[in-house]
């Protein structure tokens, strides 16, 4: 029995910046997770992530990383995908800077 | 000190030329990320969370005042101000761009540093005692010895493809504060019959399956030191496993065969091998011992600091902990610890990294070490100079008086910025030394050693640790496991774990029962945790942590 497809936003890191970004339904990449598409088909969310995948030249490590709908957007589910969306504890660097 | 040679100069603005080419052509779309990407490694370049971050090598964790400086500039022009000082005496720099490392391997090489192999499957930097060449303890300078092991490997053909990474330690001194029996292989200088020579010790190692090191030959003439290392890579260069990640380092190698027939193996390439060197590495060897010679140092005393000992009581704690003795009387080396509570752990700030530059030049013939427990040392300062140096080191912030203490906490940088991280591990090393800080304990417990990692490879020590903190992800939550009893010196031990982990909110109150069940326990104040923890093992400790009664748990 094939495990049930769970919600998924598909992310990676920018190739000249570094930073996290992810992919939104137009095809672009945005740093903000709540900008992008929430895949709720495994069909649709493999060929989104080879979509992502085949952007090499924007984009490092395109991979699918569990969300879910919140009131303003996609919103991570694990603790690791949170830093990704703001940033370290320790100082206020990366992407909180600019909230 | 050792400066670089022509050809080492040459070598590394080759490398960096090289490498500014590659980002070109990745950034012009000719290599794709796959064909980028070891060539990135293999200059110290990986991609965490939220950034790129360089390693770099500070090779036997030897800086002068200049190359601190350098360092200091870096972290300012391309970085976030501030440089992370690693457990293999690396730098990293959390916040670089892509487009940018280039100039930034220019900056370091024109201070004769560079980030080749810190990262990929080849002999890394050779890691050494941060008191080398200083400490009353010591047979020997052991950094001539790791120079030499890193020209040797740097770009040696044989090794750019080893089965996994290699980590080298050497150690001087018979007190290991090198940790040489958790590396791949572990170099202890032993003295016989007046000859200097190695206790060479093979297959330790900590991460997924922590080993200590075992003896592969008790005592190798200092003359065959580099024949014999040739021969152990050459022989897990063959032997070790390739169709295992998990099972590739050479402590699995030598776990598999076992020690005598690696002994055996390596004995027999050794013989083989050894006509070929015929005696140029010997003098190379001599000419660097020449360029590690002491700074002349004259015994003298220093009325002024006694002075000053007897009436600050804060200058008198700062001395008591982070002053070591040092071989020529009136002089210590000075640890100045970058754990102040709160902080993160080995961080110092680009103005910190200027100031102590500046008084490295000032009062320590020009000379600084990053130790594996993440702090710096000047390993030269006079007595005299200490109530000036303490005064400045206190104006930027440095002047935390915990070295050996329970705040004086090794931690990997964990899920703040790895990408292999399972959990955070320095809000964890926060919030333990700003509890302790608040008890106003840290003095009554003494010498103590916490390591934390933020994921089962190890790179906080945590096995080694009297308390060790590992932090996993347990179905999606933080979880936090604790070890008790290893040791990372002499008497290597791997520490052993208690149970259950803790959550992110129980781990610090987990760490502070455990703390005051040792004192509870101890028999004098002498007895450290670790001494009380040999003598009555698990059970008592076990019981306070998960509060139950001794009966229960032992």
Same mark, same amino acid.
């Given at each position: 029995?094939?495990?049930?497809?769970?919600?998924?936003?598909?992310?990676?890191?920018?190739?000249?910046?570094?930073?996290?970004?992810?992919?939104?339904?137009?095809?672009?990449?945005?740093?903000?997770?709540?900008?992008?598409?929430?895949?709720?088909?495994?069909?649709?969310?493999?060929?989104?992530?080879?979509?992502?995948?085949?952007?090499?030249?924007?984009?490092?490590?395109?991979?699918?990383?569990?969300?879910?709908?919140?009131?303003?957007?996609?919103?991570?589910?694990?603790?690791?995908?949170?830093?990704?969306?703001?940033?370290?504890?320790?100082?206020?660097?990366?992407?909180?800077?600019?909230? | 000190?050792?400066?670089?040679?022509?050809?080492?100069?040459?070598?590394?603005?080759?490398?960096?030329?090289?490498?500014?080419?590659?980002?070109?052509?990745?950034?012009?779309?000719?290599?794709?990320?796959?064909?980028?990407?070891?060539?990135?490694?293999?200059?110290?370049?990986?991609?965490?969370?939220?950034?790129?971050?360089?390693?770099?090598?500070?090779?036997?964790?030897?800086?002068?005042?200049?190359?601190?400086?350098?360092?200091?500039?870096?972290?300012?022009?391309?970085?976030?101000?501030?440089?992370?000082?690693?457990?293999?005496?690396?730098?990293?720099?959390?916040?670089?761009?892509?487009?940018? =490392?280039?100039?930034?391997?220019?900056?370091?090489?024109?201070?004769?540093?560079?980030?080749?192999?810190?990262?990929?499957?080849?002999?890394?930097?050779?890691?050494?005692?941060?008191?080398?060449?200083?400490?009353?303890?010591?047979?020997?300078?052991?950094?001539?010895?790791?120079?030499?092991?890193?020209?040797?490997?740097?770009?040696?053909?044989? &090794?750019?493809?080893?089965?996994?990474?290699?980590?080298?330690?050497?150690?001087?001194?018979?007190?290991?504060?090198?940790?040489?029996?958790?590396?791949?292989?572990?170099?202890?200088?032993?003295?016989?019959?007046?000859?200097?020579?190695?206790?060479? *010790?093979?297959?330790?190692?900590?991460?997924?399956?922590?080993?200590?090191?075992?003896? =592969?030959?008790?005592?190798?003439?200092?003359?065959?030191?580099?024949?014999?290392?040739?021969?152990?890579?050459?022989?897990?260069?063959?032997?070790?496993?390739?169709?295992?990640?998990?099972?590739?380092?050479?402590?699995?190698?030598?776990?598999?065969?076992?020690?005598?027939?690696?002994?055996?193996?390596?004995?027999?390439?050794?013989?083989?091998?050894?006509?070929? &060197?015929?005696?140029?590495?010997?003098?190379? *060897?001599?000419?660097?011992?020449?360029?590690?010679?002491?700074?002349?140092?004259?015994?003298?005393?220093?009325?002024?600091?006694?002075?000053?000992?007897?009436?600050?009581?804060?200058?008198?704690?700062?001395?008591?902990?982070?002053?070591? @003795?040092?071989?020529?009387?009136?002089?210590?080396?000075?640890?100045?610890?970058?754990?102040?509570?709160?902080?993160?752990?080995?961080?110092?700030?680009?103005?910190?990294?200027?100031?102590?530059?500046?008084?490295?030049?000032?009062?320590?013939?020009?000379?600084?070490?990053?130790?594996?427990?993440?702090?710096?040392?000047?390993?030269?300062?006079?007595?005299?100079?200490?109530?000036?140096?303490?005064? @400045?080191?206190?104006?930027?912030?440095?002047?935390? @008086?915990?070295?050996?203490?329970?705040?004086?906490?090794?931690?990997?940088?964990?899920?703040?910025?790895?990408?292999?991280?399972?959990?955070?591990?320095?809000?964890?090393?926060?919030?333990?030394?700003?509890?302790?800080?608040?008890?106003? *304990?840290?003095?009554?417990?003494?010498?103590?050693?916490?390591?934390?990692?933020?994921?089962?490879?190890?790179?906080?020590?945590?096995?080694?640790?009297?308390?060790?903190?590992?932090? *996993?992800?347990?179905?999606?939550?933080?979880?936090?496991?604790?070890?008790?009893?290893?040791?990372?010196?002499?008497?290597?031990?791997?520490?052993?774990?208690?149970?259950?982990?803790?959550?992110?909110?129980?781990?610090?109150?987990?760490?502070?029962?455990?703390?005051?069940?040792?004192?509870?326990?101890?028999?004098?104040?002498?007895?450290?945790?670790?001494?009380?923890?040999?003598?009555?093992?698990?059970?008592?400790?076990?019981?306070?942590?998960?509060?139950?009664?001794?009966?229960?748990?032992?």
């Amino acid at each position: 029995m094939s495990r049930v497809f769970t919600p998924k936003v598909v992310t990676a890191n920018r190739l000249i910046e570094g930073d996290a970004v992810w992919l939104t339904e137009d095809g672009t990449w945005s740093p903000d997770i709540a900008e992008a598409e929430l895949l709720e088909d495994e069909a649709d969310a493999d060929l989104r992530l080879l979509m992502a995948q085949s952007q090499s030249d924007l984009v490092v490590g395109a991979y699918m990383a569990d969300a879910v709908a919140g009131p303003d957007g996609p919103e991570p589910t694990h603790y690791r995908e949170a830093f990704r969306t703001s940033g370290p504890s320790n100082y206020r660097h990366g992407k909180q800077e600019t909230l | 000190m050792y400066h670089y040679s022509d050809f080492d100069a040459e070598f590394v603005r080759d490398r960096t030329a090289q490498f500014r080419a590659q980002v070109d052509r990745r950034l012009d779309g000719s290599l794709t990320e796959d064909e980028f990407k070891p060539l990135r490694l293999m200059n110290g370049l990986y991609l965490q969370l939220h950034a790129y971050m360089l390693r770099v090598a500070i090779p036997y964790g030897t800086l002068n005042s200049a190359q601190m400086r350098q360092l200091a500039m870096i972290a300012g022009r391309w970085d976030k101000g501030y440089g992370h000082f690693t457990t293999r005496q690396n730098i990293q720099f959390n916040w670089p761009k892509l487009k940018d =490392v280039p100039d930034m391997l220019d900056a370091l090489a024109e201070v004769g540093m560079h980030a080749i192999q810190t990262s990929g499957n080849t002999i890394r930097n050779v890691t050494a005692d941060h008191f080398a060449g200083a400490a009353a303890d010591e047979i020997a300078d052991p950094r001539p010895v790791a120079e030499l092991l890193r020209q040797w490997s740097t770009d040696h053909p044989e &090794f750019q493809f080893l089965p996994r990474k290699f980590k080298i330690a050497v150690t001087g001194s018979p007190n290991d504060r090198a940790v040489t029996r958790a590396h791949d292989i572990g170099l202890r200088m032993v003295e016989r019959d007046g000859e200097a020579g190695f206790e060479v *010790l093979v297959g330790g190692g900590l991460g997924r399956t922590p080993m200590i090191g075992k003896v =592969v030959r008790d005592f190798l003439p200092k003359a065959d030191l580099l024949p014999y290392t040739e021969a152990i890579v050459s022989v897990y260069n063959r032997l070790g496993r390739r169709d295992n990640k998990y099972k590739a380092r050479i402590k699995i190698t030598v776990h598999e065969h076992g020690i005598e027939e690696m002994s055996r193996l390596v004995e027999e390439r050794f013989a083989e091998i050894r006509p070929n &060197f015929q005696g140029i590495d010997q003098t190379l *060897l001599t000419e660097l011992e020449a360029a590690f010679a002491p700074p002349p140092l004259s015994p003298q005393t220093a009325p002024d600091y006694e002075a000053r000992r007897a009436a600050d009581p804060v200058f008198r704690s700062w001395s008591d902990t982070n002053l070591t @003795a040092h071989r020529v009387p009136g002089h210590v080396l000075v640890s100045v610890s970058l754990k102040a509570p709160g902080q993160t752990p080995g961080d110092a700030t680009a103005d910190q990294m200027r100031v102590l530059a500046d008084l490295a030049e000032r009062y320590g013939h020009d000379e600084l070490r990053i130790s594996h427990e993440q702090n710096v040392v000047l390993p030269h300062v006079a007595e005299a100079d200490l109530p000036a140096l303490y005064d @400045a080191l206190r104006a930027a912030g440095l002047a935390a @008086a915990n070295i050996g203490l329970v705040s004086d906490i090794i931690a990997c940088p964990g899920m703040d910025y790895c990408a292999l991280a399972t959990a955070p591990s320095i809000p964890v090393a926060q919030q333990i030394a700003l509890r302790f800080e608040e008890l106003q *304990l840290e003095h009554e417990i003494g010498p103590l050693k916490i390591k934390i990692s933020g994921c089962i490879n190890a790179c906080g020590h945590h096995h080694v640790g009297h308390i060790g903190i590992l932090g *996993l992800d347990r179905a999606g939550v933080e979880t936090y496991q604790i070890t008790l009893g290893g040791d990372g010196t002499e008497t290597a031990a791997i520490g052993e774990r208690t149970g259950p982990g803790f959550s992110a909110t129980e781990i610090v109150p987990a760490v502070e029962r455990l703390v005051m069940a040792y004192l509870d326990l101890r028999e004098e104040p002498e007895e450290t945790f670790l001494a009380t923890y040999r003598r009555l093992g698990m059970g008592p400790f076990k019981a306070a942590l998960y509060e139950t009664d001794r009966a229960d748990a032992a």
